[in-house]
């Protein structure tokens, strides 16, 4: 789920990038979108997949706070 999550965001993003201008890209005052998401969950057993992005990375520890992490 994490890693389509992050598909997601990333698709949200190229699809503003693709529907805006290069002028407005280029303007300092620029930004792509935040994304909040949110993953409702209605099964019967408890979910057990991770929550957080950098926990299916390997060796994330390595590199602190300089992985992307979102829950």
Do not use: H
Not at 51 to 61: A, G, M, P, T, V
Request: charged share 30%.
């Amino acid at each position: 789920m994490p890693m389509r999550l992050l598909f997601y965001i990333f698709e949200l993003c190229r699809e503003r990038l693709k529907n805006t201008s290069k002028k407005d890209m280029r303007n300092k005052n620029f930004k792509l979108p935040a994304v909040v998401s949110m993953i409702i969950y209605n099964g019967k057993n408890q979910w057990t997949a991770s929550r957080n992005f950098k926990d299916i990375l390997c060796s994330n520890e390595l590199f602190g706070e300089n992985v992307i992490d979102f829950r």
